[in-house]
């Protein structure tokens, strides 16, 4: 069911970007974003990383930068171990400059090894720079932590 939804609106997007005379390198970016979405959603962290180029780094909210797809994978894999069920949608891209943002809801339960079993559904929104080969070089992940604290801690 929610991959059907997931579908749906991006099927909504596209035809939006379509109807607003977006270019072609907006429709491609809207495809690389909503697979995106989808590989996170596969739970598959080498899937996830194969949208990073080789030497690409992330950042979450400041933090220390997982540098490489190995380090790509192994950020993305923790989320995936802590919310087993974790849904990322993809909301909408803003263009800046040259960088791209990715806004996205995250949804999930906290149910991994020492979960606290409370669910989360969060948005937030990764700044991409993207390399010549229209992969991420730089992402720059942002979300409200006391918010998402909040959810997971119930504090």
Do not use: K
Not at 54 to 72: D, K
Not at 78 to 100: M, Q, S
Not at 129 to 152: F, K, M, P, T
Request: proline share 2%; net charge negative.
């Amino acid at each position: 069911m929610l991959r059907l939804l997931m579908i749906e609106v991006t099927a909504i997007a596209l035809a939006a970007c379509a109807a607003g005379g977006a270019s072609g390198s907006d429709v491609h970016l809207a495809d690389f974003a909503r697979r995106y979405a989808a590989a996170w959603s596969s739970h598959d962290a080498t899937s996830v990383a194969t949208f990073y180029a080789e030497q690409a780094s992330l950042t979450i909210n400041g933090g220390r930068p997982a540098t490489g797809r190995q380090a790509v994978a192994a950020a993305a894999q923790g989320f995936i171990d802590a919310y087993p069920d974790l849904v990322v949608t993809f909301d909408r891209l803003e263009r800046r400059d040259e960088r791209v943002l990715f806004h996205w809801t995250f949804a999930g339960t906290n149910s991994g090894p020492g979960g606290t079993g409370r669910t989360v559904r969060i948005s937030g929104y990764e700044d991409w720079q993207l390399d010549r080969n229209g992969l991420i070089a730089e992402s720059l992940g942002h979300y409200d932590a006391a918010d998402w604290d909040r959810q997971v801690h119930g504090r």
